[in-house]
């Protein structure tokens, strides 16, 4: 084609392509991180407050590091992260010394591996306290190159102990110490690295936490399990392993005696668990079921970062076998039940157990929050791709979920990705209220980790009793390197730290 048309068209084309060049330069360059920047600069508000407030907090008015005109903000003095703390003057009663490093480490199952250990070993030393102890850990970084942390997950200890670099501390980089202090809560839990938290995790930068109740006697009556047994699952290398060992393991336990399981879920994805014989779901995450039923052939999903105590009986002529997919333990002196495979069947925890009181009214919230996941194509700190959203915006424009203390929250929790999610909140355990719009039937169950498939939407609840700036995220590790992050942050509390800068934070 010649002529005028023609070279109408060619330069219609060619200023096209410009507009689409700008658009694309534009995206990438919003995309890009500074060197350095606090977590609070980054992100639009939501204060959480109903359609036609003064400030919508859906419509996300403002930056975090000022409040929108109209908005009821709290007027306390503001505190640092550095702040909340445990009691400074009370003694320790359980302490712990811990040395990370990094390099070949020798599994209990005789392999060796790349990655890190925890005075030698990994998984690392199975901390152990009583509820209400005040634990201290001393923590030396030897030689792990980009440093290290330890996050306590499912712990709501004070938020400067939470082990976030660059929120709630600077990474603990090599030859450096870092101690941690806060009082235990009864339940199951584990530690991990939340500096370059993808690699150290899955390289086995963790270990178990677990912390008996006060009294020997179970909460709501009933005799207390007689061995306790730490069921951690991770992969090494390719291998799933229970407590680092790869195929079966086998642990002594007497004939009729109870035995508590606690099953902790290490890996980037759900993972069922079943059992031989008939078993009890005695807590999830930390926090007891209410009048558990008995459970035989159905399996039970634990999440990403979940946990889950599962209580059999030895049979007297026998033993029982635990299994996960690839590997087992069986607990017992008899002879060994035979392999099965996954029952059919899964407990369903919104209705399993009866309704206790909750110690709030969900029903009275004062802050209510969306948190739909997406993905869609776009730049990442600079980088093209495929990466994950949180209500319809890429990180750095992601949320920061605002707060009062005191305020009840919920939240609702949409998947709309393709892919499961794993949402982990840091600081606080939040009761499901409903799965899909079917409300919750059973014992309250609490969670800090949260399984949501891709087309699931959950509805939870909680207090905003613990003052802090927290991450809210996925614990497939590499969805939150991929920008699946936001926080939940209390009006009035601030940060020292900086993400990058001197200390190399990078908590993701």
Same mark, same amino acid.
């Given at each position: 084609?010649?002529?005028?048309? %023609?070279?109408?068209?060619?330069?219609?084309?060619?200023?096209?392509?410009?507009?689409? @060049?700008?658009?694309?330069?534009?995206?990438?360059?919003?995309?890009?991180?500074?060197?350095?920047?606090?977590?609070?600069?980054?992100?639009?508000?939501?204060?959480? =407050?109903?359609?036609?407030?003064?400030?919508?907090?859906?419509?996300?008015?403002?930056?975090?590091?000022?409040?929108?005109?109209?908005?009821?903000?709290?007027?306390?003095?503001?505190?640092?992260?550095?702040? =909340?703390?445990?009691?400074?003057?009370?003694?320790?009663?359980?302490?712990?010394?811990? @040395?990370?490093?990094?390099?070949?480490?020798?599994?209990?199952?005789?392999?060796?591996?790349?990655?890190?250990?925890?005075?030698?070993?990994?998984?690392?030393?199975?901390?152990?306290?009583? +509820?209400?102890?005040?634990?201290?850990?001393?923590?030396?970084?030897?030689?792990?190159?980009?440093?290290?942390?330890?996050?306590?997950?499912?712990?709501?200890?004070?938020?400067?102990?939470?082990?976030?670099? &660059?929120?709630?501390q600077d990474a603990i980089l090599p030859s450096g110490h870092h101690v941690y202090r806060f009082v235990a809560q009864a339940g199951?839990?584990?530690?991990?690295?939340?500096?370059?938290?993808?690699?150290?995790?899955?390289?086995?930068?963790?270990?178990?936490? @677990? @912390?008996?109740?006060?009294?020997?006697?179970?909460?709501?009556?009933?005799?207390?399990?007689?061995? $306790?047994?730490?069921?951690?699952?991770?992969?090494?290398?390719?291998?799933?392993?229970? /407590?680092?060992?790869?195929?079966?393991?086998?642990?002594?336990? %007497?004939?009729?005696?109870?035995?508590?399981?606690?099953?902790?879920?290490?890996?980037?994805?759900?993972?069922?668990?079943?059992?031989?014989?008939?078993?009890? !779901?005695?807590?999830?995450?930390?926090?007891?079921?209410?009048?558990?039923?008995?459970?035989?052939?159905?399996?039970?999903?634990? *999440?990403?970062?979940?946990?889950?105590?599962?209580?059999?009986?030895?049979?007297?002529?026998? %033993?029982?076998?635990?299994?996960?997919?690839? *590997?087992?333990?069986? !607990?017992?002196?008899?002879?060994?039940?035979?392999?099965?495979?996954?029952?059919?069947? +899964?407990? $369903?925890?919104?209705?399993?157990?009866?309704?206790?009181?909750? &110690?709030?009214?969900?029903?009275?919230? *004062?802050?209510?929050?969306?948190?739909?996941?997406?993905?869609?194509?776009?730049?990442?700190?600079g980088r093209p791709g495929m990466w994950w959203t949180i209500n319809g915006a890429m990180s750095p424009d992601v949320p920061m979920?605002?707060?009062?203390?005191?305020?009840?929250?919920?939240?609702?929790?949409?998947? $709309?990705?393709?892919?499961?999610?794993?949402?982990?909140?840091?600081?606080?355990?939040?009761?499901?209220?409903?799965?899909?719009?079917?409300?919750?039937?059973?014992?309250?169950?609490?969670?800090?980790?949260?399984?949501?498939?891709?087309?699931?939407?959950? $509805?939870?609840?909680?207090?905003?009793?613990?003052?802090?700036?927290?991450?809210?995220?996925?614990? /497939?590790?590499?969805?939150?390197? +991929?920008? =699946?992050?936001?926080?939940?942050?209390?009006?009035?509390?601030?940060?020292?730290? !900086?993400?990058?800068? *001197? %200390?190399?934070?990078?908590? +993701?």
């Amino acid at each position: 084609m010649t002529g005028p048309l %023609a070279r109408f068209l060619r330069w219609g084309a060619l200023g096209l392509a410009g507009v689409l @060049v700008l658009v694309v330069t534009a995206a990438w360059f919003s995309s890009r991180l500074p060197d350095r920047y606090n977590v609070m600069s980054m992100g639009t508000m939501d204060l959480g =407050l109903p359609a036609g407030s003064p400030v919508d907090g859906h419509n996300g008015h403002g930056s975090v590091g000022a409040l929108a005109p109209g908005a009821a903000a709290p007027t306390a003095p503001d505190r640092t992260v550095s702040s =909340l703390t445990a009691d400074p003057s009370r003694p320790a009663e359980v302490v712990v010394d811990l @040395v990370a490093t990094q390099g070949q480490v020798r599994l209990p199952d005789g392999r060796n591996v790349e990655g890190f250990a925890l005075n030698g070993q990994t998984p690392g030393p199975t901390i152990t306290a009583t +509820e209400g102890q005040l634990v201290e850990v001393r923590v030396r970084n030897e030689d792990v190159t980009e440093g290290m942390t330890l996050h306590w997950h499912g712990v709501d200890v004070p938020n400067s102990q939470d082990g976030v670099a &660059g929120v709630t501390q600077d990474a603990i980089l090599p030859s450096g110490h870092h101690v941690y202090r806060f009082v235990a809560q009864a339940g199951t839990y584990w530690y991990h690295s939340h500096q370059v938290s993808d690699p150290q995790v899955r390289g086995g930068l963790l270990g178990a936490f @677990v @912390v008996a109740p006060r009294a020997n006697v179970p909460p709501g009556g009933g005799q207390q399990s007689a061995a $306790d047994v730490v069921v951690l699952a991770h992969t090494y290398a390719g291998k799933r392993t229970l /407590n680092g060992r790869a195929g079966e393991s086998r642990v002594a336990a %007497a004939p009729g005696s109870r035995v508590r399981l606690r099953v902790i879920n290490t890996d980037p994805g759900p993972m069922p668990v079943w059992v031989s014989t008939a078993y009890t !779901v005695v807590a999830v995450d930390g926090r007891d079921m209410h009048e558990p039923g008995v459970v035989k052939d159905r399996s039970i999903l634990v *999440t990403a970062g979940g946990r889950a105590d599962l209580e059999v009986t030895v049979p007297q002529a026998g %033993a029982v076998r635990l299994q996960v997919a690839g *590997t087992s333990l069986v !607990v017992g002196d008899g002879p060994v039940p035979a392999p099965a495979s996954a029952p059919t069947d +899964e407990v $369903d925890l919104l209705s399993y157990g009866t309704p206790a009181a909750l &110690g709030f009214d969900p029903a009275a919230a *004062t802050r209510a929050f969306d948190y739909v996941i997406g993905r869609r194509l776009g730049f990442l700190d600079g980088r093209p791709g495929m990466w994950w959203t949180i209500n319809g915006a890429m990180s750095p424009d992601v949320p920061m979920f605002m707060v009062a203390e005191g305020d009840v929250v919920r939240m609702r929790v949409v998947n $709309d990705s393709g892919e499961v999610h794993p949402m982990h909140l840091h600081g606080h355990h939040a009761v499901v209220l409903s799965r899909n719009g079917i409300r919750a039937s059973g014992s309250p169950w609490w969670i800090d980790s949260l399984n949501v498939e891709d087309g699931e939407a959950y $509805d939870i609840a909680f207090v905003a009793d613990n003052p802090g700036i927290w991450m809210d995220h996925c614990h /497939n590790l590499r969805h939150a390197r +991929e920008g =699946l992050v936001a926080h939940l942050a209390y009006f009035g509390v601030t940060s020292p730290f !900086v993400i990058g800068g *001197t %200390a190399q934070n990078t908590p +993701e």
